[in-house]
């Protein structure tokens, strides 16, 4: 299928790589103008061309910005509403993970984390609902939660309290955007390669032995699974979820106790002969 977002137009932050760059190119693809979004120059550089070069019928565009200010998320929009006359989809993808032990933390790093991983949230989310009314078209928001908003990491207390926020949002924005033909969900990652997880060469990944891994499906998820999912929430397939945070993790959250503490002995060819309890 092509073309699902065509005529759209959407801002992705946090795009320089991993999930937001797969999410960014995947909008391309199907036709969507995208302005992608960073805070390093560097990185913004680089992912503006992909996407560039995977446009299928749309623009790219660019925007520098630290998406904890309120001002340049203003600017940001701004400069998307200029180079592309709407704005239909928002994906919030920025985000910062700094490990740090609670008894160790400090209210300027508290605040430091909530400033990016939450507060940014509610300025792009807000600034993208004014506009999406105004222009009277159907829009989609897309935030990023984690599996940790649940079953909270060790070391994560800002991250994990941020997507725990964010769920709550998530589900508040949704009830107030509803009637005005906007959708509000969030995806919740775990065990992504890149992203929640180390890089990892996808050929070695592969022929690891499954016992290894943490999660019930046996392989790490991609950011292009995460882009996958991300596409069907910003397009018309979707338009009657809404509230919805979605896990996509390969089966971690429904699982007892993770594989890593209880090493897997049962595979598809040995299940016959195991006894299962």
Avoid at 197 to 210: S, Y
Avoid at 234 to 263: C, F, K, M
Wanted: one cysteine or more; glycine letters at 6%; proline letters at 5%.
């Amino acid at each position: 299928m092509a073309d699902r977002v065509k005529g759209r137009s959407a801002i992705v932050t946090g795009a320089a790589r991993g999930i937001g760059r797969a999410i960014a190119i995947k909008l391309a693809e199907e036709g969507a103008d995208v302005l992608v979004n960073t805070r390093n120059p560097e990185t913004l550089e680089a992912v503006y061309q992909d996407v560039k070069k995977a446009a299928k019928g749309g623009k790219a565009a660019k925007f520098l910005a630290d998406v904890s200010f309120e001002d340049q998320v203003d600017a940001m929009f701004d400069h998307a509403l200029a180079e592309f006359g709407k704005i239909n989809i928002l994906v919030n993808n920025a985000a910062v993970v700094n490990p740090r032990p609670a008894l160790q933390y400090t209210s300027d790093f508290w605040d430091e984390n909530l400033k990016i991983d939450l507060y940014s949230v509610y300025y792009t989310s807000t600034r993208a609902a004014r506009e999406m009314v105004k222009a009277g078209e159907k829009g989609s928001m897309v935030n990023f939660s984690s599996i940790g908003s649940t079953q909270p990491h060790r070391n994560l207390l800002a991250y994990d309290t941020s997507k725990g926020a964010i769920d709550s949002f998530t589900r508040a924005m949704a009830l107030e955007l509803a009637p005005f033909d906007i959708t509000v969900n969030a995806i919740a990652p775990a065990s992504i390669l890149g992203a929640c997880v180390a890089l990892m060469d996808p050929e070695k990944a592969a022929a690891r032995d499954p016992k290894d891994f943490a999660t019930p499906i046996t392989r790490q998820g991609t950011p292009e699974d995460v882009a996958n999912l991300a596409l069907f929430l910003a397009s018309e397939e979707s338009s009657y979820i809404t509230g919805q945070v979605i896990a996509i993790d390969g089966g971690l959250g429904v699982q007892a106790r993770p594989v890593i503490l209880a090493p897997l002995q049962i595979t598809p060819q040995n299940v016959k002969e195991k006894n299962i309890r």
